[in-house]
């Protein structure tokens, strides 16, 4: 039962939390409560076993938590629950470490009918930890010989089976917006 470890709606959100707001829809008969904090536990510190190195690490430095869960306006059996995490959770300057842990386990689990990360608060004292990239915009410009427009990059799918002209026609759509 998660809603006991992770469920935690007196938690204060502080400066340094990474807050993540997800779209969840339980399963039937799963409380909003037991779904926000399944979330929680499943992308930081729970799994769905009890395993005896849990009581080797402090819990409640490292456990992701839901401190809040409201009912989508207008439809049935949606809620946005609302989780923090501990900086402590990621390692620093990885982009690819903080959305594997936030979102790479939890969407296929079972008491959740479907799961969608909505919006995601990522505190400057972390976002100041990612390099960025080796080098800026001027660069990919000359590489590319393209100045005074935008560079738009776009992945057609399927990516294999269109014929050239539905190809064509699909890079026209994507152009247009």
């Known amino acids: 039962d998660y809603k006991l470890t992770y469920y935690t709606p007196d938690y204060e959100v502080k400066d340094t939390d990474i807050l993540a707001a997800f779209r969840v829809t339980p399963q039937p008969g799963v409380p909003p409560e037991e779904a926000g904090a399944a979330v929680a536990a499943e992308s930081s ?4 076993t009890t395993v005896w190195t849990d009581g080797l690490t402090s819990l409640d430095r490292y456990k992701g938590r ?3 869960i409201e009912a989508v ?5 949606q809620y946005i629950a609302y989780v923090a995490y501990p900086l402590d959770l990621f390692e620093e300057g990885s982009v690819t470490n903080m959305f594997t842990s936030i979102v ?3 969407f296929g689990f079972k008491a959740l009918r479907a799961l969608r990360l909505e919006d995601l608060r990522i505190p400057t004292s972390y ?11 001027q660069v990919e410009r000359d590489k590319l010989n393209k100045y005074g427009r935008p560079l738009l990059g776009c992945t057609i799918k399927p990516k294999l089976g269109l014929s050239a002209k539905n190809y064509g026609r699909a ?7």
């Open 66 to 68: 839901c401190y809040h």
């Open 104 to 106: 790479g386990n939890v």
């Open 127 to 137: 976002s100041k930890t990612f390099q960025g990239p080796p080098h800026g915009i």
């Open 171 to 177: 890079v026209y759509e994507c152009l247009r917006g």
């Open 73 to 77: 306006v207008g439809e049935e059996n």
């Open 45 to 48: 510190t729970g799994t769905w």
